[in-house]
Nanobody
Framework: QLQASGGGMVQAGGSLRLSCAAS????????MGWFRQAPGKEREFVAA????????YYADSAKGRFTISRDKARNMVTLQLDSLKPEDTAVYYC???????????????????RGQGTQVTVSS
């Protein structure tokens, strides 16, 4: 079971740190992804980190502002959100999969485990 946390309300230019914790599993054994869904919009890929080697991938909108990383000691994956913009307002979700192929890493429905979201609201 995955649980995202750390959302909140910030002003534009601010930062938040989201966390995704797993119960009953070792996160370092999984490919992990972050997605988001804004009101009235489809869920979209934000960032991912591969199981082997921890290579990272980002949506164009996230490059240079967001950072995905693993905290192996705490068995969680974090998403650091910096330089936030009002258009980043969304519910953020984390997902996990062990056998995900690279071409599917940006597709929400390809992840075997998908958690509840955490709300991020950025005011202008």
């Amino acid at each position: 079971q995955l649980q995202a946390s750390g959302g909140g309300m910030v002003q534009a230019g601010g930062s938040l740190r989201l966390s995704c914790a797993a119960s009953g599993a070792t996160i370092s054994n999984y490919n992990m992804g972050w997605f988001r869904q804004a009101p009235g919009k489809e869920r979209e890929f934000v960032a991912a980190i591969r199981r082997n080697g921890d290579r990272t991938y980002y949506a164009d909108s996230a490059k240079g502002r967001f950072t995905i990383s693993r905290d192996k000691a705490r068995n969680m994956v974090t998403l650091q959100l910096d330089s936030l913009k009002p258009e980043d307002t969304a519910v953020y979700y984390c997902a996990a999969d062990q056998g995900l192929i690279l071409s599917s890493i940006r597709i929400w429905n390809q992840y075997d485990y998908r958690g509840q979201g955490t709300q991020v609201t950025v005011s202008s």
